[in-house]
């Protein structure tokens, strides 16, 4: 039988487990990232695990997180990690150098590669048909220890894009579509594979916008044939050694296969605080804009901002509006410069920034209050722009420059202008300038640790008894951002007892304090939540803080895939409700009680739950496989020995 993209290269990889559907495999993994925000923890766990250098064929670890440096604490982060790098044989992306799923798109991706990345963006390198997955710093760690990465077993789900984009259309558009279709709950454990007459017309940095967004839709990753125009893409980064054709087998099979008309998309926005809450550019009827934002990983290649400098040349800024871009990558930004569209931009009116994550982080440029902002980025969470109160909506680069001219939400098609055409320069500049290489001619260097850099806290194993308060109860779609905030927050992600204080900040400010007094009275705390519970980013600071703070377990409708691989790595439980109907009748507050935790858990049975408070039971359930059991078993996978 025909083999489709994902099974090619997950079986070439398989190392442990049976390439069945819905069980667990393990993978070797041959590339790494990881990024400054999320990095520190990983590189610190990894000098637990006593390893001299990395096993990996390339591991990269990139700065583009925290580059704002007020106070100490990013720049000792940024001194810790180059030092990591340089003892363990990683390659270092300076800050400056761009944002790590956009660098490693240019320079480090290969077709056919398996690649983990500490950011749940890493699928953007789908684009180069690689299979690249977002995972926690732990499994990360692990997996530069020469660990195997475990996943489930995915469903591939073809989407077939036939036809051909109209002019004023573009990749974010098509991404946006297939959140309309697919949402952001309900597809862990899926990947999208894409194929059809339709991607042949399609770039590598094209296809890049639809594979990073994927990530909004919780697919455990995306991933695009490498044809020719990867070929074209590796070689105009000189890099064509690098090219392998990979393409699905003809007869291939496919778990279901969605169609997608190009020709049938316009210009599409994700509304206030979802990706998926979708409408068209033309429906928006307008609305006052205040702020405009281009960049992120998702749309800041050098395509993205030449076609903005083209629809921008010659016109100004609205008065109402300001504009930001933060590059993709310092390969973006001096190619702009230049080809002579740097300064089209700068006449415009628009603010320069860093070449990293920023606004999308919201660790800057956070828009007035109650603005209605436009970002080309991929997440409008309420809050994550660093703004309680905004309104952003997520739009391509073309929507957005057509906001920056009219100060309104405009489709870009009744600009009333010709859609401009972007030609890339004939020879890119390529400059790995910020690009440290480790020497390893040198022996016996030193790791750097400033005063920010603690130690990753410890769990003890998990107890016979859980005997708890349901101290938060939240809703559904809870992402990691409403878990443990990142923007000027993010600064604590090296010192977990300080960015403890702010789980939960968010939604209910006291959360932190009574977890930490239920903790000290010598009892645990629970989490209860609704469906798709840690959407979002792979920070496993969201399980991190918590664990700290003495949660034992969450109970959900259900969960996101990133924040359970999290949770179960620091011995926090993932429980979900067998009924979903218990959910209504716990009320925050109820002491909740688990006996014989340990032996059921190891059973694999259900576990009845005490509502001492309410005076009920009811069962969860605890889907783990025997290696996530142990995990559990141990308080955490820093504590099982084997992998030390
Ligand atoms: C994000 O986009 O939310 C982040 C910041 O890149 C996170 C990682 C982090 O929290 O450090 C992600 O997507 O994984
Ligand atoms: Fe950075 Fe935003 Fe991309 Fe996350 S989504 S890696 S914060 S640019």
């Known amino acids: 039988m025909g083999k489709n993209l994902v099974e090619k290269i997950l079986e070439a990889h398989l190392i442990a487990g049976q390439y069945i559907p819905g069980e667990e495999i393990g993978i070797r993994i041959d590339q790494t990232l990881t990024q400054d925000a999320t990095g520190t923890m990983a590189y610190l766990q990894l000098e637990a695990m006593n390893v001299p ?57 290969v077709p056919g590669k398996t690649l983990i990345g500490s950011d749940s963006h890493t699928p953007t390198c789908g684009a180069l048909g690689m299979i690249a997955i977002g995972a926690g710093g732990l499994d990360v760690a692990q997996a530069m220890a020469g660990e195997p990465f475990y996943l489930i077993c995915p469903k591939v789900v073809k989407i077939n894009l036939t036809g051909k984009l109209q002019p004023w259309v573009s990749a974010k558009d098509i991404i946006l579509k297939v959140l309309e279709i697919f949402t952001t709950k309900g597809n862990v454990g899926t990947v999208f594979e894409y194929g059809g007459d339709g991607v042949a017309h399609l770039t590598v940095p094209e296809r890049a916008t639809i594979a990073n967004m994927g990530a909004e839709c919780g697919v455990t990753t995306s991933i695009f044939p490498s044809d020719k125009m990867t070929w074209l893409f590796l070689h105009s980064q000189q890099r064509e050694n690098a090219f392998d054709e990979i393409l ?20 599409l926005t994700a509304r206030p605080h979802s990706p998926d809450n979708i409408g068209t550019v033309r429906n928006m009827n307008g609305i006052a804009v205040d702020q405009v934002c281009l960049g992120s990983c998702t749309n800041s290649s050098y395509k993205d901002l030449v076609t903005v400098a083209k629809i921008l040349k010659g016109r100004v800024v609205h008065p109402d509006v300001s504009f930001i871009i933060a590059p993709g990558s310092r390969q973006v930004l001096e190619n702009l410069f230049h080809e002579g569209h740097l300064a089209d931009l700068i006449a415009s009116g628009a603010r320069l920034m860093e070449n990293a994550c920023g606004f999308c982080i919201g660790n800057s440029q956070s828009p007035k209050s109650g603005a209605v902002s436009l970002r080309t980025s991929n997440r409008n969470f309420l809050g994550r722009s660093g703004t309680m109160d905004a ?29 401009p055409h972007v030609k890339m320069p004939k020879n890119i500049i390529v400059d790995d300038n910020l690009i440290i290489r480790p020497d390893i001619t040198k022996s016996g260097s030193e790791i750097v640790r400033g005063p920010n850099i603690g130690a990753p806290p410890a769990n003890s194993p998990l107890p016979e008894t859980i005997d708890a308060t349901a101290t938060i109860k939240v809703g559904d779609k809870i992402t990691t951002d409403h878990i443990i905030p990142a923007g000027a927050r993010m600064k604590y992600r090296s010192n977990i007892p300080r960015y403890s204080e ?34 979002g980013s792979s920070r496993e600071h969201a399980a991190i803080c918590p664990m700290y703070l003495g949660v034992r377990a969450v109970i959900a409708k259900s969960f996101e895939r990133i924040h359970t ?32 935790v340990r032996e059921l858990i190891a059973a694999g049975k259900d576990l009845p739950i005490q509502n001492k408070t309410k005076g009920f039971s ?17 308080g955490g996978a820093l504590n099982v020995k084997s992998l030390k």
């Open 618 to 634: 009811f069962s969860v359930k605890c889907n783990l496989s025997a290696r996530q059991k142990q995990i559990v078993l141990a």
């Open 248 to 267: 699905p087998d003809k007869s291939a099979k496919y778990e279901r296969v969605v169609n997608i008309d190009l020709a049938k998309i316009e210009p």
């Open 53 to 109: 250098r990395v096993k990996t064929e390339l591991s990269v670890s990139y700065i583009d997180h925290n580059t704002i440096q007020i106070g100490y604490e990013n720049a000792d982060d940024h001194r810790y990690l180059q030092s990591v790098a340089q003892k363990y044989g990683i390659v270092l992306s300076r800050a400056g150098n761009g944002i790590c799923h956009q660098v490693h798109l240019e320079r480090f991706g």
């Open 391 to 419: 309104q952003v909506y997520l739009v391509s680069p073309e929507t957005a420059a057509a906001a920056v001219i009219t100060g309104r939400f405009t489709d870009p098609r009744d600009l009333g202008i010709d859609y």
């Open 502 to 535: 702010f789980v939960f900040e968010n939604v209910d400010a006291d959360f932190a304090k009574r977890a930490q007094a239920n903790k000290a009275a010598g009892k645990h705390n629970i989490i209860v939540a609704g469906l798709s519970y840690g959407q």
């Open 565 to 596: 691989a999290n949770l179960i790595n620091f011995g926090i439980l993932p429980l979900t409700f067998r009924n979903e109907s218990d959910y209504d009748k716990i009320t925050q507050g109820d002491e909740l009680a688990i006996a014989n």
